[in-house]
């Protein structure tokens, strides 16, 4: 990626412009984006068996154009790719979209654009992919809620694992990111033990980040105190925050989503992982051989319900709801 950076940008009066700018030469023209970032070459690149950094660069112009999230189209054709390889979809549907197949997976994202042919299924998603296509694919379907899953296998950190099963709304790696402790930090990632605590401290972080719209990046990378946040937020509002109500509003708020989440009929079994994940050692790689299994998974579950004050199913305790302020039955 280096090679074919041309420049960097950011938003308005930022300090740390994140985004790449990328120029590359294909079949003759010129294509200039901003990115591809880290999710982008690992889902539409590694993950589909290609190495070729101008393919993923007109990959991620494609996706922009159709307004398709990267991540998700990235794993859609991964796992459209194995349902063809493994022979769960009919001749003549989709014989080419295989891995390695650059033309195969471009042509893929237009029909998923707009919903020709088999794009109109894949358009729909991996877990309703799976639903449609049968014949085991539900075990490779990686998803959380019908989220597909960013480029963090969980198998290789296991907070990872609890993160993608808690969250609100399935496999997202922006409530929290474990990787800067299990990964480049000095937290062993091959076990279970503390991860939920570690989850929530994280989920809070990002929460108040979220609801003071501070740039992640910015945010954790300056390792800014929340207590000179709340200095910011009294100079602009009046309004003075300890540390004590910030940590309060966190789990207010963490508590108040789940509260939605219950209400539309999600429980405890929702907070899952795909079979892969749970059955399947990780085959090779630094992480060969990790597995935390079903049994570590709920561990983790129990310890992480317990901290935010919700009984054994996730559904908040009333003397939680009462502690929060919140009413209960809440509509």
């Known amino acids: 990626i280096k090679k074919i950076t041309i420049g960097n940008a950011g938003c308005y009066g930022c300090i740390v412009p994140c985004a790449r700018l990328v120029e590359v030469e294909r079949d003759d023209r010129r294509i200039s984006i901003e990115g591809p970032e880290y999710e982008t070459l690992a889902m539409l690149g590694s993950n589909l068996g290609i190495s070729d950094p101008s ?24 796992f459209a790719m194995e349902c063809v390889e493994r022979g769960l979809v009919e ?84 409530r929290a990111w474990p990787p800067a402790r299990e990964v480049l930090g000095n937290v062993p990632p091959y076990t279970i033990e503390g991860k939920a605590a570690m989850i929530k ?22 390792a800014i105190p ?34 939605f989440n219950v209400r539309e009929g999600l ?30 998974l709920e561990t983790m579950k129990d310890e992480y319900y317990a901290l935010r004050g919700w009984d054994d199913q996730g559904v908040p305790l009333p003397e939680t709801l009462q502690r929060y302020g919140i009413a209960p039955g809440l509509k």
């Open 201 to 222: 401290e994280m989920f809070d972080e990002r929460t108040l980040y979220h609801s003071l719209l501070v740039c992640d990046y910015v945010g954790s990378g300056l």
């Open 91 to 174: 001749d003549g549907v989709a014989d080419d979209l295989r891995f390695g197949n650059q033309e195969a997976a471009l042509r893929a994202l237009e029909e998923i654009g707009y919903r020709r042919g088999f794009g109109d299924l894949m358009a729909e998603g991996v877990r309703i992919m799976a639903e449609e296509i049968g014949g085991g694919s539900e075990r490779f379907a990686i998803h959380v809620k019908g989220m597909e899953f960013p480029a963090y296998d969980p198998r290789a950190g296991f907070g990872t694992g609890l993160t993608y099963a808690v969250t609100a709304r399935g496999a997202c790696h922006r």
């Open 55 to 78: 393919f993923v660069v007109e990959a991620n112009l494609i996706c922009d154009q159709l307004g398709i999230d990267t991540i998700s189209a990235g794993v859609v054709l991964g």
């Open 226 to 259: 929340f207590s000179e946040y709340a200095e910011f937020v009294a100079a602009v509002t009046g309004h003075t925050y300890t540390d004590e109500d910030l940590a309060e509003l966190a789990d207010r708020v963490e508590t108040t989503t789940r509260l």
């Open 267 to 296: 429980g405890r079994e929702d907070d899952s992982l795909p079979p892969r994940i749970l059955e399947e050692p990780l085959p090779d790689g630094p992480a060969q051989g990790q597995l935390f299994g079903r049994e570590g």
